[in-house]
């Protein structure tokens, strides 16, 4: 209740801002989470027709974007699909939270990128899951883009280590993710050269829309000068809090500008999500009837249903070239 001056006092701010004044689970939101873990055991993930080549990118940091990159990587290979994952970040945590060593000197995307080694070379099965396989980085890679700056294929050097893995591996893959950098500088530019399709995570918050638009802007330039078959197939909501307004208005905003790629699942801000990785886990394997799991999955099934949708797409833009 307001005070008699007609001010909100604290007690009417938060009512105000949070739905249900509080963060406690109810009965009927763990029934309503057993419910939805039971319909994802219960439902079959389609497989792609043809590989899907996705990077996920955002330059603002501290969006969830190697979050995001793992545990789609381990919902997909945890209801079959096979997965590669590419760590081209030099912080290496997409490897940390896949279980998966990557200490410097070690052979990583470093060793890719500067034509050293090749992918069969630096790959190791990520103890999560058997059909799941990372490339993993490390704090080496830091360097890179100095080292291969005047390289005249420079921008086309992860594309080719991909293709000349393939080419050889005799292994089909549903899916190639690639966890970038919160940059938009050379490593970043490797990545969208070597896929067809960028998976955009956006923060629920005010400031994550203005940055949305430089990337964007970027990979507009990027379409443009270098890969003309990349698509913004995906923007996935993250750390959206059902709480708060601020989070339903900015989902809103970007379903209203986006409305054919941005996914209806939306990742919510969630504690176990953040611990996972400290005990080199994604959230699928350590909370798998958590809130933060159960998103990722869903997300997950939503991506491969479109996939026909998504390939018929790149198909038609290799076809109008």
Known sequence: MSDTSGLETATDILNRIF?????????????????????????EFPHPSKTRYIAIANQKGGVGKTTTTVN?????????????????????????????????????????????????????????????????SSIDLSGAELEVADMPNRNQL?????????????????????????????????????????????????????????LLHTIGLVQQSYNPYLVISTMLLTMYDRRTLLSKEVFDQVKEHYPEIVLNTTIPRSVKISEAPSFRQSVVTYDPKGAGAIAYEEAALEIAQRSEQVLEHIANRRQGE
């Open 72 to 136: 789609l990587a381990c919902a997909f290979a945890e209801f079959g699909e096979r997965v590669l994952v590419i760590d081209i970040d030099p912080q290496g945590n997409a490897s940390t939270a896949l279980g998966v060593a990557h200490e410097s000197g070690m052979p990583s995307t470093y060793d890719v990128l500067e034509g050293r080694l090749g992918i069969n070379d630096v790959k190791v099965v990520s103890p999560e899951f058997p059909n799941l396989e990372v490339v993993p």
């Open 19 to 43: 739905a249900d004044g509080t963060g406690s689970v109810s009965g009927a939101e763990m029934a309503d989470l057993s419910a939805r873990y039971q319909v994802l055991r219960q439902t």
């Open 158 to 214: 992860m594309k080719k280590a991909v293709a000349d893995y393939l080419k050889t591996c005799h292994q089909h893959y549903d899916y190639v993710l690639v966890d970038c950098p919160p940059s938009l500088g050379l490593l970043v530019l490797n990545a969208m050269c070597s896929v067809n399709e960028v998976l955009i995570p956006v923060q629920a918050e005010y400031y994550a829309l203005e940055g949305l638009q430089q």
